[in-house]
């Protein structure tokens, strides 16, 4: 084993095993450390020399725009407990290569983003084996998770992305190849950070990947580098390929691959149009020319928030880039749209979730199973905007054993990167009727006035109205019990 040494901008040495045939990727080529905790990747000299402002930018990501450093390192991170939490979302470089060559030093995967089964075992879980109609038939049953996990990892996703913007920061190249996904932990990581454009800096020499580049990229590639008209990724762009990345996940097909022919001159044209100056969503209201014929499930089934947002992304925005939702629109949506699955109760079901998108028919949209209780209590959350005036703000189905978190109890707290996620009550039907249990809630306060105290149980009687918490922020919870 030869072991060689790559010495950093700081002056810092990280070590390399040399092997004959490296990974390689379109930009770079991988070596691991001995120890394999952490890799040292090398740019293709070819693109390193299209690029003469790579090294700064390595510097403004490295370091003032690094979200997993704090801000009292040279990082931009606001607390540790954030910068953490994005080390699981980001595979953040860690030092930048000047010797031999160019290069980065970024941490290894951690290893539930390999496959540890099947015909892919020990290969990186890279999104697009899990959406390739081929190689998802491929896949055991045991690498696929549910769609619960799917949710989950979007969530992840949406906002990795939606930190990346709030600093002006934009991936350039989002796709199920730069997201690896764990859909059994319900987890994704967003890797080849160091092509990130950063604001005051050129961009990298990128366009993004077939499927992911927005139709505006797309349709003005033909223009100069320095044509105004010229669209290049940005921060808008990123929004569509975030769009595009949450639908296939969440539905398994691709928002603009249908059966519409654009161009007979060659399969090169079709496709370019397609996918930039004449994309058409595969559901769009209006026009059903591009819809798939066995299009069974329609997108509507995410619920209102994602419908919304999926209109916006695909049919107000898709030609109108200043339309589309930004990635903390998405993960607000999604982490509401959470709040409304139910477990589908048939064991063979694929998805083993659903939303609850129609109140008068709880029923499973993959397998057409209905929900096995006749009643389903829905727990209408509202909080107080000014003295005495409560308005809505939430919801979220109490099925049973669905848990409660401080999120839900006050309307100052989210589940992003600095939730606590103590469970704080959780609902049961027991005897015929549903009920709360007060786990961790210091001030739960009865429909009648009494406190609750924990341990204790409120029961969830349609229309009852309780305060979760008496304190500052606490919200209220008014109870809609839906009949089956
Ligand atoms: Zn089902």
């Not at 370091?63 to 997993?68: A, D, E, L």
């Not at 549910?146 to 996703?157: A, D, E, H, R, V």
């Not at 890797?191 to 454009?197: A, F, Q």
């Not at 509202?382 to 006050?410: C, K, M, T, Y």
């Amino acid at each position: 084993m030869t072991v060689l040494d790559a010495t950093l901008s700081d002056g810092r040495k990280a070590q390399y095993v040399l092997v004959d045939n490296p990974p390689a990727g379109g930009m770079k080529k991988t070596y691991f450390s001995p120890d394999r905790s952490y890799v040292v990747q090398f740019y293709h000299k070819q693109s390193a020399a299209h690029d003469p402002q790579r090294k700064s930018r390595l510097e403004a990501i490295l370091g003032k725009y690094n979200p997993t450093i704090i801000q009292a390192q040279g990082g931009a991170a606001a607390s540790e407990t954030s910068a953490d939490y994005f080390k699981r979302l980001f595979c953040w470089p860690t030092g930048i290569v000047v010797q031999p060559d160019i290069g980065i030093v970024a941490p290894t995967y951690p290893g539930h983003y390999f496959f540890a089964d099947g015909p892919f075992k020990g290969k990186e879980k890279e999104g697009g084996w899990f959406l390739g109609t081929k190689t998802r038939k491929l896949l055991p049953g045991s690498e696929l998770g549910n769609w619960k996990g799917y949710f989950s990892l979007c969530i992840c996703m949406a906002r990795a992305v939606r930190r990346l913007h709030l600093a002006g920061l934009a991936h350039s190249d989002l796709s199920s190849k730069n997201v690896l996904i764990d859909p059994l932990q319900g987890t994704s990581v967003i890797i080849d950070i160091d092509s990130l454009v950063v604001p005051g800096l050129y961009p990298p020499d990128m366009m993004g990947s077939p499927g992911y580049i927005a139709p505006e990229v797309l349709g003005t590639q033909h223009l100069p580098i320095n044509d105004p008209n010229r669209h290049l990724p940005s921060i808008a762009t990123d929004q569509h390929a975030l769009a595009v990345l949450i639908y296939q996940y969440l539905l398994l097909r691709h928002p603009l691959r249908g059966p519409k022919l654009h161009s007979t001159a060659s399969a090169e044209e079709d496709e370019h149009l397609a996918m930039g100056s004449k994309a058409l969503f595969v559901e769009h209201p209006a026009d059903s020319s591009n819809q798939p014929r066995d299009l069974k499930i329609p997108y509507t089934i995410l619920g209102q928030d994602l419908t919304d947002l999926i209109k916006r992304a695909f049919v107000d925005g898709l030609h109108a880039p200043h339309k589309r939702p930004a990635a903390a629109e998405w993960e607000r949506g999604l982490t509401k749209t959470w709040d409304m699955l139910i477990p589908c109760t048939n064991p063979v079901c694929t998805h083993q979730m659903f939303v609850l998108a129609d109140p008068r028919s709880v029923c499973c949209p993959f397998c057409k199973t209905f929900y096995p209780i006749n009643t389903l209590p829905v727990l209408k959350l509202r909080s107080e905007r000014r003295p005495g005036q409560w308005l809505p703000d939430g919801q979220i189905v109490a099925f049973h054993n669905q848990s409660l978190f401080p999120w839900h109890v006050f309307d100052n707290l989210y589940s992003g990167e600095l939730a606590d996620r103590t469970p704080q009550a959780y609902c049961v039907f027991h005897e015929g009727r549903w009920l709360l249990i007060n786990q961790a809630m210091d001030s739960l306060t009865s429909p009648g006035g009494n406190r609750v105290p924990i341990g204790s149980a409120v029961e969830l009687k349609d229309g009852a109205r309780f305060r979760l918490s008496q304190q500052a922020h606490g919200r209220i919870a008014e109870v809609q019990l839906l009949q089956v």
